[in-house]
């Protein structure tokens, strides 16, 4: 009986070793991601994944998912802090008739690295990265093109961060980098970014912050930069609006300052006061627009 007793306990030991081993294997720091992987391998660096949804399971929270080589991995939906890299090689989503990224992390202090990442919307998708919740998204030296709605879609009803840097957006019919939130303050940082082909570049809507840096707009319908809402800001620094509808537009008590940037040959205004505050420093060039190109407010041309 003692010799059955013992060795159902060292089973038991054996089968609580192992499924420890099955979980810290499910749960790697790094995984990766290849273009002939297989979403039943591990993860590893020598049995990856072929999808990024396929690796977000088996990956850490705050760990990595890589990219090995050239490859489509499929749209995904992040629920913790997590860093999706595709540098060193072409790391695609195709999204057609869907979101590329949706995150939603409700966890505390959740954080987000997507980097250089291309997401195409094969023109029917609906957005190309959507932020639903969580504490940070940094977007970096990505490319978004061809979504229905948003190239990226900051949808939050919470207060947050967003970093966006050295990223192209065009063709995403409704807009580039909009802000829709409607309970906390979100603040973007935007930097050496491009919106070209989008109904509005850069939105700020209600309890938006934007400070927007070395960034262009081009080719947006309605306009270029926009702060539509109240305690909405859009910050401009050393950024170009040509070819849009209106380069600056403010709406519903919005609040727009322009420094060191150029407005120029738009198609109906350069600068477009809808109901707000355009504070345009002696450093712009605002010329070449059909419209006013008068400010409204302190520290005017």
């Keep these: 009986m003692n010799k059955l007793r013992n060795s159902i306990q060292l089973l038991t030991v054996c089968l609580l070793v192992l499924a420890a081993a099955s979980f810290a294997q499910a749960q790697a720091t790094r995984t990766w991601v290849s273009g002939v992987g297989d979403d039943v391998n591990p993860c590893s660096r020598t049995a990856p ?23 489509g991995f499929g749209a995904v939906t992040i629920t913790k802090s997590i860093t999706i890299n595709g540098e060193g090689t072409l790391a695609g989503i195709l999204a057609a008739l869907t979101n590329g990224v949706i995150v939603n992390a409700p966890a505390a202090g959740s954080a987000i690295y997507l980097k250089n990442l291309d997401i195409d919307g094969a023109c029917n998708g609906i957005n190309g990265i959507r932020f639903l919740a969580g504490t940070t998204l940094i977007v970096e030296k990505c490319r978004i093109w061809g979504f229905t709605n ?22 995403c019919i409704a807009g580039g ?12 940082d935007i930097d050496n970014t491009k919106v070209f082909g989008c109904t509005n570049g850069y939105k700020a809507g209600t309890n938006s912050q934007f400070t927007i840096k070395d960034s262009t707009a081009s080719g947006c319908g309605t306009a270029g930069f926009l702060a539509s809402g109240s305690t909405a800001v859009v910050n401009m620094d050393s950024c170009v609006a040509t070819h849009n509808g209106n380069g600056v537009r403010v709406e519903s008590s919005g609040v727009a300052r322009l420094g060191a940037s150029t ?10 006061n809808g109901g707000g505050t355009i504070e345009s420093y002696s ?19």
């Design 177 to 188: 980098i909009v802000s829709t939130t409607s309970a906390g303050t979100v603040r973007a």
């Design 263 to 272: 407005v120029s040959n738009n198609i109906t205004k350069g600068l477009d």
């Design 283 to 301: 450093d712009n060039y605002i010329r070449g627009n059909p419209g006013s190109d008068a400010p409204s407010g302190v520290g005017k041309t």
């Design 49 to 71: 994944c072929k999808t990024f949804a396929g690796a977000i399971s088996k990956t850490a929270t705050c760990g990595e998912i890589s990219v090995l080589d050239p490859g």
């Design 150 to 171: 948003f190239g990226i879609d900051v949808n939050k009803t919470a207060a947050g961060f967003v970093s966006v840097t050295h990223s192209n957006i065009s063709n």
